[in-house]
């Protein structure tokens, strides 16, 4: 089964009101295992290659952003409860839509918070200052939701690729925005 398949299964109501639940379901089907790659920013402690602890990265759980945590023994359950309080809820994801939600707070972990938000930003036309406001809000409400989708992934795409670290990554990152696409043909 594709990677992205089961969410087919989900009825259309049940995906208008994306909970966390469902978005972390989701989120750890991009994040997996414990990683240790000494050239991934990510997973040294200073996120400086070559500086700091190289503790790795684990259901996507950075050293770089949690130096002082244990990521080699993280459990899941540990993931999800800080993916609840420092990345859905620093989201403040009930002020935007369902389909939104998902694709902003899935780069998020991936690139960071402000990066995604700035990202938002700039996919609908206000400035990118990474406070996802009431001008922002009312700017996103009023704009067609498949526009903002479509145009929050280019924006995430043009990111990677002017990364110095596209030539490693980039085919992992551009899957994980064509799985982000499905969801979002989904969600809308």
């Not at 990265?57 to 309080?85: C, E, S």
């Not at 809000?137 to 110095?164: H, P, W």
């Amino acid at each position: 089964m594709p990677p992205c398949a089961a969410f087919l299964r989900l009825k259309e109501n049940e995906m208008s009101k994306l909970t966390f639940d469902q978005a972390f379901e989701r989120l750890i089907g991009h994040e997996g295992n414990f990683t240790n790659d000494k050239n991934d920013r990510g997973n040294w402690t200073t996120g400086i290659i070559g500086k700091g602890q190289l503790k790795g990265t684990k259901y996507g759980i950075a050293a770089m952003t949690y130096p002082q945590l244990d990521i080699k023994n993280l459990t899941l359950d540990q993931a999800k409860q800080i993916y609840k309080r420092d990345w859905w809820d620093a989201l403040n994801a009930n002020s935007l839509n369902p389909a939104i939600v998902f694709q902003v707070w899935d780069f998020a972990i991936n690139a960071g918070m402000a990066t995604a938000k700035r990202k938002l930003q700039s996919a609908v036309g206000v400035a990118d200052d990474g406070i996802i406001g009431p001008i922002t809000l009312q700017v996103i409400n009023s704009t067609d939701l498949n526009d903002v989708l479509m145009r929050f992934n280019a924006e995430r795409l043009t990111y990677y690729t002017k990364l110095s670290t596209w030539p490693s990554y980039g085919k992992g990152w551009t899957n994980r925005v064509a799985g982000q696409l499905r969801y979002a043909a989904v969600d809308n």
